[in-house]
């Protein structure tokens, strides 16, 4: 009986250990043509999943051959929040793998319908052809906030507060220890630093994350250096600290940003510094 036991015990572990791990990969759209945002691919034996769908339709083109060297299956992409620079590239991912599903939670999905046209008016100017036209490319409700993969189920934390607004989430991946972070997270990047009850509440979604103690960590949007772990809270913490101390020393926005260019140079996302900026050092009014 023991050494029955004992052999269906080894069996068991046997399994365990010949079962394929799933892999994390991160594609890296660099730069203001990618947005410097990031899309997961996670992939089991046969399938792969996607979080986030990369913003510019030729970065997508470019996600999307990497999905196809893979050789794996995608099955399901997921969009953490309705903003176009983890919504836009769905127009190439929907084409050239049209039997994926595209899901979302039901608040993203309505935000993602109702802000398009807007959305897609306002970024036309700077990249043109390079976004999807006015006509949405849109996810699916899904019914219950978890993903699965191959048998694995991903529990989907959402309606959080990001960086830069409510309603974002992130993704846990149990057997990886993993959090796909959408705009919770940053590394190395010069982000959004919000203020009052926002920062507050946004920190609060950082301690739900930190509290999955996660080896691994997507952030939303990373520079040169990210290392995609828990030492990404370090840095957005100490970025914000300095942020703060900053905004106290400068006199008006040309002050501030060299300031922050000095003490943080070659991070990524400079084409949004500006308008970081101008959140606490308004232009003074045309005409006056
Ligand atoms: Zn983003």
């Excluded at 100017?125 to 006509?135: D, F, K, L, S």
Aim: aromatic share 8%; proline share 8%.
């Amino acid at each position: 009986m023991k050494i029955k036991l004992l052999l269906s015990t080894l069996a068991l572990a046997a399994v365990a250990m010949a079962q394929p791990k799933l892999q994390l990969k991160v594609h890296h759209g660099a730069g203001q043509n990618g947005y410097d945002v990031n899309s997961t691919m996670i992939s089991g034996e046969k399938d792969m999943l996607v979080i986030d769908p990369q913003f510019s339709l030729s970065e997508a083109h470019r996600l999307a051959a990497e999905i196809l060297e893979s050789k794996k299956n995608l099955a399901i992409i997921y969009v953490t929040h309705p903003h176009p620079d983890h919504l836009f590239g769905l127009a190439v991912l929907h084409q050239a793998f049209p039997s994926a599903r595209i899901v979302a939670l039901p608040a993203t999905v309505n935000a993602a319908k109702t802000g398009w046209p807007a959305r897609q008016k306002f970024w036309f100017p700077t990249y043109g052809n390079n976004i999807p036209g006015p006509e949405p490319v849109l996810p699916e409700e899904l019914t219950t906030p978890v993903l699965t993969l191959e048998g694995e189920n991903f529990p989907i934390t959402g309606g959080v507060q990001g960086a830069d607004g409510p309603g974002n989430s992130f993704v846990y991946i149990p057997s990886l220890k993993a959090v796909v972070t959408g705009d919770i997270m940053f590394d190395h990047v010069y982000f959004g630093v919000p203020r009052d009850k926002a920062r507050e509440d946004w920190l609060k979604t950082t301690e739900q994350i930190v509290a999955l103690n996660p080896a691994i960590i997507v952030p939303g949007h990373e520079g040169p250096g990210a290392t995609r772990d828990l030492a990404t809270l370090a840095f957005m913490k100490k970025y914000i600290a300095d942020w703060d101390a900053n905004v106290a020393a400068s006199h008006d926005a040309a002050e501030m940003r060299a300031k922050v260019l000095k003490q943080y140079p070659g991070l990524g996302m400079e084409f949004t510094l500006n308008d970081r900026v101008a959140t606490y050092f308004p232009a003074a009014t045309k005409g006056k």
